[in-house]
């Protein structure tokens, strides 16, 4: 193994704590970096911005995705920025490199029947959890919020008769959000005026309220009960089913990026590509010359 390697690796172990495993992914993707230089007649150490360019240009080629390059990438500079604080070198050649760019990927939504049979079967769960899945579901999936919206809202979020709901969301901005009569309805069940309680959704934890934790859990028995993929639902997709199902029925843009709270409109822009991609598989499905 180079000796500058074997430093930065005992520098990672010894100072930062790494895992065995980091350690291993992190030699594994310099000693690639490092047989490439070698066999272009140049040290690990002492390779250049030009020979890094062209060895991150050559895992393109070789079909390797934008992630991969990526963590590559950073493994690199953090090694040349080891040796430049180490002055084994007086530059780092990766200041002026370029990350892979990473494609975004596109929200995942559930089908309306998929969302139907997720809320019919969260009412099947037995105990005091059905009733409290059959809420939850229902607000995530009428309102959009996220998770970390639904288990913070306090006891008074949801007035009594209101068909909007407040919530706070990032930054500490509120916003109103429509809340559908099923949804006030299931929540309003839930409530025990023999203990009351400053949460829409207490809980006996340290916070007083359900956390993520156990509002993922009630997503996930509600998918296994509804013959669902449990892998691939989740709160957040649930938010994405929202803002996708709106689009589709014909709802506006700018009105959408004020339900789902987003700062700028871009990031609910992506909602456009998921409908775009839907009727492009429409057509390559249906269409007799597709």
Known sequence: MDRHLEAFLEMLS??????????????????????????????????????????????????????????????????????????????????????????????????????????????????????????????LYCSGLRASEVVSLPAHALAQGSALIRVRGKGGKDRLVPVSARARAAVAALRDPKKPSKWLFPSHGAAGHLTRQGLLLLVKQAALAAGLDPTKVSPHVLRHSFASHLLE??????????????????????????????????VETHHPLA
């Open 249 to 282: 029925g014909g709802a506006d843009l700018r009105a959408l990026q004020m339900l789902l709270g987003h700062a700028d409109i871009a990031t609910t822009q992506i909602y456009t590509r998921v409908l775009e991609e839907r009727l492009r598989q429409l």
């Open 14 to 139: 010894a100072e930062r704590g790494a895992a065995r495993n980091t350690l291993t992914a992190y030699e594994a993707d310099l000693t690639d970096f490092e047989t490439y230089a070698r066999r272009r007649g140049e040290s690990l150490a002492a390779a250049s911005s030009e020979m890094l360019r062209a060895y991150l240009a050559r895992l393109t080629d070789a079909g390797l995705s934008p992630r991969t390059a990526a963590r590559r990438l950073s493994a690199l500079r953090q090694f040349f920025r080891f040796l430049a604080r180490e002055n084994v070198r007086a530059d780092d050649p990766t200041e002026l490199l370029d990350s892979p760019r990473q494609p975004r990927s596109l929200p995942k939504a559930l089908r309306v029947a998929e969302v139907e049979a997720l809320l019919g079967a969260a009412a099947t769960i037995p105990g005091k959890r059905g009733p409290l899945a059959v809420a939850l579901l229902e607000l």
